[in-house]
C-alpha cells in the first residue's frame, strides 16, 4: 500500500467563524480532490468547522496534552479533540518546540495519548538554519524521529511532517535535493524501525505556496504537505490541493 497523499493546512492562531467561509469555497471548487485533506484551526473552531466540512475535509487539533484529564489549565486532552470532531492532530510543531520548550520524550508522549484516542498524530520534525550550516541537519532529523514517534507508531496512525524551521513563514525553502535528502533519510529509518513504515506518509511544510508545490510533491518520498500561511484562504490552498491531486 503506498502512502496515502495529504494536504494538511495549519491556521495557527489565525481565523474567526467567519473564516469558515474558506471551507464552503474549497468543497464548492474541490468537491473530489485526489487527495486527502486535512485543516488544523484554533480550538475555537473546531466543532464548527468539523459541521461545514461534512465528512470531506479532516479536522486536526494543533496540540494536545499528555494526560487524559485533569488539572491542567489552558490544555486540552486528545479526546476532547476526538470529541469536537477531530480525527488528526499536530505534535511537536517547531512553535511548540521553540516557544513552549517541548522535548521529543513530551511529543512522543502526546503522540501516545492521540493514538489512544483514535487521532492521527502528525508529528513534525526540522532542523534550525543554524544545525544546517553546521551539517547536522540529518543527525538532527533522525535523533526527533527517534525520540518523537512512539513505538506505537502505524502508518494508519502517523504522519511525518518535515519541517526546516527557517523555512516556515519566511518565504525560503529548501532545494528540491535537500527536501529529498531529508525525507530519503526519514524514509529508511522508519521502514527500519516500523514494519509499515514504507506506507507512512511523509510531508514537507514551510513556505509551500500554489507557485511551488507541483516541484516540491515531484520529489521522491513527499507524500503531501503541512501549509501554514497558504492554507488560510482557499484561492492558495486549492491550488495547493489541486497540484498534490496531480502529482
Ligand atoms: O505548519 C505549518 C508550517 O509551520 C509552515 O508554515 P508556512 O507555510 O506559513 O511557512
Excluded at 72 to 101: F, P, W, Y
Excluded at 179 to 189: F, S, T
Aim: hydrophobic content about 45%.
Amino acid at each position: 500500500m503506498a502512502p496515502r497523499k495529504l494536504a494538511a493546512g495549519n491556521w495557527k492562531m489565525n481565523g474567526t467563524l467567519a473564516s469558515l467561509a474558506e471551507i464552503g469555497r474549497l468543497l464548492a471548487d474541490h468537491p473530489a480532490p485526489g487527495c486527502d485533506v486535512l485543516i488544523c484551526p484554533p480550538a475555537t473552531l473546531l466543532h464548527a468547522m468539523a459541521a461545514s466540512a461534512q465528512g470531506k475535509i479532516a479536522i486536526g487539533g494543533q496540540d494536545c496534552h499528555a494526560k487524559t484529564a485533569g488539572a491542567h489549565t489552558g490544555d486540552i486532552a486528545a479526546a476532547q479533540l476526538r470529541d469536537a470532531g477531530a480525527s488528526h492532530v499536530i505534535l511537536g510543531h517547531s512553535e511548540r518546540r521553540t516557544d513552549h520548550a517541548e522535548t521529543d520524550a513530551q511529543v512522543a508522549a502526546k503522540s501516545v495519548a492521540a493514538h489512544e484516542a483514535g487521532l492521527v498524530a502528525v508529528i513534525c520534525v526540522g532542523e534550525t538554519e543554524a544545525q544546517r550550516d553546521a551539517g547536522q541537519t540529518l543527525d538532527v532529523i533522525s535523533a526527533q524521529l527517534a525520540g518523537s514517534v512512539p513505538d506505537g507508531a502505524t502508518a494508519a496512525n502517523t504522519v511525518i511532517a518535515y519541517e526546516p524551521v527557517w523555512a516556515i513563514g519566511t518565504g525560503r525553502t529548501p532545494t528540491s535535493d535537500q527536501i529529498a535528502e531529508v525525507h530519503a533519510l526519514m524514509r529508511e529509518r522508519l521502514s527500519a524501525r516500523f514494519a509499515d513504515g514504507a506506507d507512512m506518509a511523509l510531508l514537507y511544510g514551510g513556505s509551500v505556496k500554489p507557485g511551488n508545490a507541483a516541484e516540491i510533491f515531484a520529489i521522491p518520498h513527499v507524500n503531501g504537505a503541512l501549509v501554514g500561511g497558504a492554507s488560510l484562504k482557499a484561492e492558495d490552498f486549492g491550488p495547493i490541493i489541486a497540484a498534490l491531486s496531480a502529482a
